[in-house]
């Protein structure tokens, strides 16, 4: 059974396609991903620089 050129080509094209659907999933999955530990990382720094804040302030009242 002989498989034509214009088959071979399609189902070439197709598989590209799924691979390059499925690398862009797993990217915008891990942008994300990054954006959302971004945040979390900001939080963090305010969280921190509050508490700084706070205990220089109660040195002071000392």
Known sequence: MKISLEKKSLVG???ATAVLVAIN???YGSFN??????KWVAHTH???QNIE???ADNQLDE
Do not use: I, M, P, Y
């Open 33 to 38: 991903k990054n954006r959302e530990t971004a």
């Open 53 to 55: 804040s706070t205990l």
């Open 13 to 15: 094209f197709g598989l």
């Open 25 to 27: 999933a797993l990217s």
């Open 46 to 48: 305010q969280v921190r």
